[in-house]
Nanobody, 125 residues
Framework: QLQLVESGGDLVQPGGSLELSCVAF????????IGWFRQASGNDREEVSCSTSSGFGFDIADSVKGRFSVFRDNAKKTVFLDMKNLKPEDTAVYYC??????????????????WGQGTRVTVSS
């Protein structure tokens, strides 16, 4: 069992930056790959990033590549999503999720078994 708690969401102006955190409680986080997803109002949930269980590999969605980065500290059981040059279209509720698949390649939405409650990011002037 794993519980995930996100934090760091806020109201930020376009061009601003935010860092989201996802803290894991329960099982050893090193047993899971961790994904960040976002869901804007009226849209499907979109995968933003994935980090492998080791923390040495990651994927970033093309829609945020060059602006978002992900890193994790397994010792602190925390995964971070660093977001720069934010745009209004980044406005969404951001969720972290855990999959028992250790790698990101081939991991699909249905592979993520544990989800956090989400943290809201609003990009607006």
């Amino acid at each position: 069992q794993l519980q995930l708690v996100e934090s760091g969401g806020d109201l930020v102006q376009p061009g601003g930056s935010l860092e989201l955190s996802c803290v894991a409680f329960g099982d050893n986080m090193e047993d899971y790959s961790i994904g960040w997803f976002r869901q804007a109002s009226g849209n499907d949930r979109e995968e933003v990033s994935c980090s492998t269980s080791s923390g040495f590999g990651f994927d970033i969605a093309d829609s945020v590549k060059g602006r978002f980065s992900v890193f994790r500290d397994n010792a602190k059981k925390t995964v971070f999503l660093d977001m720069k040059n934010l745009k209004p279209e980044d406005t969404a509720v951001y969720y972290c999720a855990a999959s028992s698949r250790k790698g990101c390649a081939g991991t699909t939405f249905s592979d993520y078994s544990y989800w956090g409650q989400g943290t809201r990011v609003t990009v607006s002037s």
